[in-house]
């Protein structure tokens, strides 16, 4: 692909409309006001927008972002800044070139068939959920067959933040990239500003000398292209793996009497670390986890990978992307988490009832509840079939708990008409 195709008023118009309305400081007016106005904007829109992609260049007032940092997660310690994720605030113009720059450069990815096919991140038709349902149903195949399995997560620090310009341009050009389409995406990456806001106090502007703007359009997609390696380093010996964004989960399947599977384990986390070094990526040994699966603890004696000289403990049970998992692949403590979830939610909406009216409630509690009955009923389901370990294991039932879990959908609407009293 040499050249980003010039796009119509129409595209343009539902680039606008499909946009988060999110305001940067450094926007002329609020994104929401270009988003409703956007009828009288849009061939001035389609104007900068193609004059960008024909010269092949980002213009430099849309490659400053500002910083604003985000707690991983609430319970870590705010003092410590190595607790925050730098997440990048860009212009509202900036995300609509990307948008429209990411919709033909994945286009181009699926018709050559780029990407590795155990990629789960930021693909159409992909998510959290194919990941999950894809890692479980394999793990509960080679528990079914006898085998045990060493599953192993690996934990990446500031992957976007550390993505060389000059490898990533690189694998552009390799996947048959050229011409003005290069330019462009070579001119996103250089040339970057960014600056870090906390409260009403901001710093100044320092250069971006390498990684992918967290927080923008266009950098997931960059990172995939990036990490398609990886895949086939891990598959090459042996080792399977699924793939979201930089959230990696390798697996290796064995026999119990198996005397070399540790050795090639090593191996293969050997092959990774190594890859990771030369594409300046850091893995962090010490947040990598390893999970055993098998319906006998005692296998897991003697079995202790190493990563750079680290050597990982077995757990009894990991968090894979928001979902635990349990040794035996029950999937009990998800359900008895999401159980407890949903039995908190349905006491705080209870305690509503004696400042609202009737009408209210009746608003309040079908709008508040609509997750958390959804996770009920799938905690439910999991005590039905406790009793029936072909069920339990069956990929269906094991697909109903991790939608549930992962991204809830719909709902038994007969379990909606139950009393609030009873919370």
């Not at 999950?132 to 528990?143: G, M, P």
């Not at 045990?148 to 990446?156: A, E, T």
């Not at 009894?316 to 979902?323: M, P």
Request: glycine share 8%; charged share 15%.
């Amino acid at each position: 692909m040499d050249s980003l195709q010039s796009v119509q008023p129409e595209d343009v118009d539902k680039v606008l409309g499909e946009a988060r309305a999110t305001t940067c400081i450094l926007d002329p007016c609020p994104s929401w006001l270009v988003k409703e106005a956007r009828g009288g904007l849009v061939e001035w829109v389609r104007v900068v927008v193609n004059t960008s992609l024909r010269e092949g260049r980002l213009p430099a007032s849309l490659k400053q972002a500002v910083i604003k940092p985000l707690l991983k997660k609430p319970s870590l310690d705010p003092t410590n800044g190595n607790n925050f994720r730098p997440v990048s605030n860009l212009p509202f113009l900036c995300k609509v070139v990307e948008h429209v720059v990411a919709s033909q450069l994945q286009g181009f990815l699926v018709e050559t068939d780029y990407l590795d096919p155990a990629q789960s991140g930021f693909r159409p038709g992909h998510g959290t959920e194919t990941a999950l349902v894809s890692l479980v149903d394999d793990l509960c195949r080679e528990l079914d067959s006898g085998s045990v399995s060493l599953l192993v997560l690996l934990d990446l620090s500031e992957a976007f933040n550390t993505v060389d310009h000059g490898i990533l341009l690189g694998c552009l050009t390799g996947i048959g990239l050229g011409g003005t389409a290069l330019q462009w995406l070579q001119s996103f990456l250089e040339d970057h500003t960014q600056k870090v806001l906390i409260g009403n106090n901001c710093s100044t502007p320092q250069p971006l000398s390498c990684g992918v703007p967290q927080g923008s359009v266009l950098s997931p997609l960059l990172l995939n292209i990036y990490m398609k390696p990886l895949g086939e380093i891990i598959r090459s010996f042996g080792v399977l793996c699924h793939l979201y964004a930089y959230d990696i989960q390798l697996y290796h399947s064995f026999s119990p009497a198996s005397k070399e599977a540790v050795q090639i384990l090593n191996r293969c986390l050997a092959a990774v670390s190594e890859w990771m070094r030369v594409n300046k990526l850091k893995l962090n040994p010490d947040k990598t986890e390893v999970h055993l699966v098998s319906r006998k603890a005692e296998q897991g004696i003697g079995l202790q990978p190493v990563l750079d000289g680290v050597a990982l403990p077995l757990k009894a049970q990991v968090r894979s992307l928001g979902v635990l998992l349990d040794s035996s692949l029950s999937l009990e403590p998800q359900l008895l988490a999401v159980a407890r979830g949903a039995f908190s939610k349905l006491k705080l909406v209870g305690q509503l009832h004696p400042y609202l009216g009737n009408p209210d409630m009746a608003t309040v509690g079908p709008c508040s509840c609509y997750i958390s009955f959804g996770l009920l009923q799938c905690a439910l389901c999991g005590v039905a079939f406790k009793d029936c370990s072909e069920a339990r294991t069956s990929p269906t039932f094991r697909s109903q708990v991790i939608n549930w879990s992962a991204i809830p959908g719909a709902y038994n609407s007969s379990v909606e008409a139950a009393p609030l009293a009873a919370c």
